[in-house]
């Protein structure tokens, strides 16, 4: 694989094209990882009573559904979002994975996790007091994922 690096400073807006030979693995965990990376610094909208505010996707900890709302914790505090968990899954960055019918998290500020065999596991999360279920049905993906990331 060859790569190219050009500079032109008559640009708006960076740019990034991958030419191939056909769409393997390796491209789409290229792609991926450029999404993720540009995605890092975008702001992402959120509301609470009547503001607005924009905050990094990197601080969010976790989505999860509460009644016909969405839930988006930070560390220290607690929003709300107009999209739904599937429209979640499509945007957000590779390192955000669904751990429950009702929940999604950001597997970078997983502090712990506790096995349960007979129901819904815990994770917590790095220098916070929250916490989110993780169902017996996505269990194994996460400990894949988790070991993966950790380059196991």
């Known amino acids: ?10 640009l708006n807006e960076e740019e990034v094209v991958i030419k191939c030979k056909e769409m393997d693995d390796d491209i789409v965990a290229l792609q991926q ?14 509301y609470k009573k009547d503001r607005e505010y924009y ?3 990197e601080d969010i900890l976790f989505f999860e559904t509460e009644g ?16 739904k968990l599937y429209e979640l899954e499509e945007l957000l960055p590779g ?19 506790s096995k349960n065999l007979t129901s819904s596991s815990v994770l917590e999360f790095y220098e916070t007091n929250k916490q ?21």
Do not use: C, Q, W
């Open 55 to 57: 905050i990094k996707i």
């Open 68 to 83: 016909s709302r969405i839930k988006v914790h930070t560390k220290n505090d607690m929003y709300e979002t107009d999209l």
């Open 95 to 113: 390192h955000f994975m669904r751990v429950s019918k009702s929940g999604i998290v950001n597997m970078n500020h997983i502090y712990s996790v």
């Open 1 to 10: 694989m060859k790569i190219k690096i050009e500079i032109d400073e008559k």
């Open 132 to 152: 989110i279920y993780v169902s017996r049905h996505y269990y194994r993906p996460l400990k894949n994922k988790l070991e993966e990331m950790r380059g196991k």
């Open 33 to 46: 990882s450029i999404a993720s990376t540009v995605l890092r610094k975008e702001k992402f909208t959120v």
